[in-house]
């Protein structure tokens, strides 16, 4: 992939600025790598994988809670 311009670095970094929320993550030393690669074979990056699994919890708990209004 071709270097970025000046012009489009500055449209890049805008859309992430208006579209983009960010926050770290901290796991315990060794257990990066084996989330990295598992990411990798399964969603092919960790940003799709956290944003899966974070949503599919999610959908986990709130269909446990729905069920225990019964």
Do not use: C, W
Not at 32 to 56: M, Y
């Amino acid at each position: 992939m071709a270097p970025k311009t000046p012009k489009q670095q500055e449209a890049a970094n805008r859309y992430l600025k208006e579209n983009v929320e960010e926050f770290k993550v901290r796991v315990p030393k060794g257990e990066k790598n084996p989330i990295v690669k598992h990411a990798k074979e399964h969603d092919g990056s960790l940003n799709k994988f956290v944003n899966r699994a974070i949503k599919e919890t999610i959908q986990r708990d709130n269909t446990i809670t729905s069920q225990g209004d019964v």
